[in-house]
């Protein structure tokens, strides 16, 4: 663990609020998809002086002076990143991955133009065009949808829509979609409009640059991806695309979107890269996917629905309704038991946003401190007797316990 001495002695209320959440996080279950754990080096990289310098502009070309070391780190994640993904330009600048995805519609298209992208309710994101938020104001987005019967996105539907609606852009990516996605028919159908090709691969990025999920970086004219998810790293973003797009997306990002990078992230983001490169990273996505289909046949034995029938990712989404209880409800017993997932909604969710039907659940987190099939197991278990019991205090105080023990035979790295 870091020391936090200057901190503890200087501010204790804050760092009484830190090691309540490092006793928290060591003591429950993580299963929300879009979190990890770092390692202690990325972790100190984010505490470095680097936080105390101003950097304006690219190497090689900053605004502010004193910039030569800065310009060593963010190239090393530039590379990093390059070698990662087979880019030919990387930008590792953008501070999230909203701001990232904003940066991407700035520097390809114009205020009103139209763009097609996924129902957020069918596993979209809210910046591919969801109504409140900034992508569905400023830009006109038509959305695409999962087959109701199959849970996965028909490529068919898509080129009928894209042949008919003619976007400026195809956006394609997800934060609740649990299938591979065919990145070379998407590419096929916005050549055949004229479209752009957008892909956010903020939730798979980690299984991409393991070579176990396919790589949209190759053939897609530009793409994204929040660093923190499967790829195990800072919060951050960063956008990748063709050579030929290199300065309109730069420009996009600054001065377009943003002012000075975040130089202590960019640090950090090299190292998260720099551990990504391992052969260890590869045995640890490939763990992350085993755990997960594991989860999702424990839970289709135990007679839950799940979108899609199953999972290729991190990741799925279960309908809750077979069991009686709304996606907030499931999400607010499993809690009392230790057990940290987030709701969801499912396709044409008959439930309002904040009390959808389903939870998602996801494998990074418990996969990053060494949990394998035999804990899944054991985890899915707990989480069915857990709802089941909703109402029973004693029964969930029980299984809280056992989630603790079972958490505190796994530490996190870097706590």
């Known amino acids: 663990m870091l ?15 830190v090691e309540k959440e490092m006793k928290r996080q060591s003591e429950e279950m993580e299963l929300i998809a879009s979190e990890n754990y770092v390692s202690k080096a990325v972790l100190e990289a984010m505490g470095t002086v680097l936080t105390n310098k101003y950097s304006e502009g690219y190497p090689g070309h900053r ?16 590379e990093r990143a390059k070698k990662l993904f087979s880019a030919e330009h990387v930008n590792v600048q953008p501070l999230s991955g909203s701001p990232a995805n904003a940066a991407v519609y700035f520097a390809f298209i114009k205020p009103g133009d139209k763009v097609l992208g996924l129902r957020l309710d069918h596993g ?23 087959d109701i019967d199959t849970g996965r996105v028909n490529m068919e539907k898509v080129r009928e829509i894209a042949l008919r609606e003619k976007p400026k852009m195809i956006v394609a990516g997800y934060s609740a979609y649990s299938r591979e996605i065919e990145w070379q028919k998407f590419k096929d159908i916005a050549d055949e409009v004229g479209a752009y090709s957008f892909a956010d691969i903020a939730h798979t990025a980690g ?48 001065p377009g979107m943003q002012g000075g990078p975040h130089d202590h992230i960019q640090a950090a983001k090299a190292v998260a890269f720099g551990e990504a490169l391992k052969p260890e990273f590869k045995e640890y996505a490939k763990q992350v996917m085993a755990n997960a289909k594991t989860l999702a046949q424990e839970f289709l034995n135990m007679g839950y629905k799940i979108v899609s029938g ?49 939870v998602r ?55």
């Open 3 to 17: 020391s936090y001495k200057n901190l503890s002695s200087q501010d204790p209320e804050v760092f009484s609020s």
């Open 124 to 146: 979209g994101h809210l910046s591919h065009g969801h109504p409140i938020n900034f992508s569905g104001m400023l830009y006109n987005f038509v959305q695409y949808e999962v």
């Open 361 to 415: 659940f996801g494998t990074p987190a418990i996969t990053t401190r060494g949990m394998k099939e035999a804990e899944i197991k054991q985890i899915a278990k707990w989480v069915n007797e857990a709802l089941e019991n909703k109402k029973n205090e004693e029964i969930l105080g029980r299984i809280k316990k056992e989630v603790k023990d079972m958490c505190l035979d796994f530490p996190i790295p870097s706590i």
């Open 207 to 254: 299984l991409i640059a393991a070579g176990l999920m396919n790589n949209p970086v190759p053939i897609f004219d530009v793409v994204s991806t929040t660093i923190h998810k499967t790829l195990r790293g800072p919060r951050g973003a960063m956008i990748m695309c063709q050579e030929k797009y290199a300065k309109q997306v730069d420009r996009a990002v600054f």
């Open 63 to 78: 605004y502010y002076g004193g910039n030569q070391v800065i310009d060593e780190v963010e190239n090393i994640a530039i």
């Open 310 to 358: 199953g999972t290729d990712n991190h990741l799925m989404v279960v309908d809750m309704t077979s069991k009686g209880l709304n996606g907030r409800e499931a999400e607010d017993v499993l809690n009392k038991a230790g057990i940290s997932v987030s709701r969801s909604t499912i396709p044409n969710d008959p439930n309002p946003p904040m009390k959808p039907s389903g």
